[in-house]
Structures are given as C-alpha cells and as structure tokens.
C-alpha cells in the first residue's frame, strides 16, 4: 500500500503545481491585456492629436433585466384597457402584450378593433 499512497500524493502535488502555473498563466495574460490597453488608449489619444477630433468613448451595452412574458388578455379586458387609453389606442409593444393574441382578437372582431402601428412598433385601437 505504501506505493499507491505515494503515487497518489505525487499526483496530488501534479494537480497542485498545474493549478499553480495556471494562475500565474491567468495573472500574466491579465498584465498583457491592461497593458495592451493601456498602449491601445495611447495611440487613440495620438490620432486624435493629430487628426483634430475627440477619441471616441467606448460604447457600453446595455444590460436590461429579463423581460415579462406578454401579456394575454381576453377581449373584454383589451376592450377596457383601451377605453381608458388616450386617443383609445395602446402601443402593443409598449404595454407588453402579446401580439399574436392581439391579431387574434383584430381578425376576429373587425368592427371592434383596428391594428395599426409601424413594422415594429404595432398598435391596436378600440374602433366604437
């Protein structure tokens, strides 16, 4: 037994010294990149210098939380929603409806309900 229990701690220091030299493989390659901004930054700032212009900021994404699930309402409450809208029209996207539901209840009740709105940005008016 012996034999396998020093077998077993020479693998334990092999796994041991293999993390270690992936951490300090991490803390260099991090090094390189600050520096490497670092001279990126420079050489923005020099161009601008020369050409006359502001460098550019960097552009940031945005981050939004996780969207609720449409809404899907039937017609009576669609109907009320809509009563108290201005002008009795409600952006679908806006009020997170469901627009599949909404095409529904339009193609269903013509006399009721109109869509309307632009590629994206789709509305729905209550008609009476």
Do not use: C, F, Y
Not at 48 to 64: D, V
Not at 117 to 128: A, F
Request: charged letters at 25%; a positive charge.
């Amino acid at each position: 037994m012996p034999l396998n229990q020093s077998a077993s701690e020479r693998l334990a220091a092999l796994k041991a010294e293999i993390k270690q030299l992936e951490q300090t493989a991490i803390s260099e390659l991090i090094e390189k990149r600050n520096s490497l901004s670092q001279q990126l930054a420079q050489v923005d700032a020099e161009i601008a210098e020369l050409t006359g212009n502001k460098p550019e900021a960097k552009k940031r994404s945005r981050r939004t939380s996780p969207a609720a699930p449409p809404r899907n309402l039937p017609l009576q409450d669609l109907k009320e929603l809509l009563a108290a809208a201005p002008d009795k029209t409600l952006s679908i996207r806006k009020e997170n409806l469901e627009l599949q539901n909404i095409k529904t209840l339009a193609k269903a009740n013509p006399h009721l309900l109109k869509l309307g709105g632009n590629g994206p940005w789709p509305t729905v008016t209550l008609l009476k």
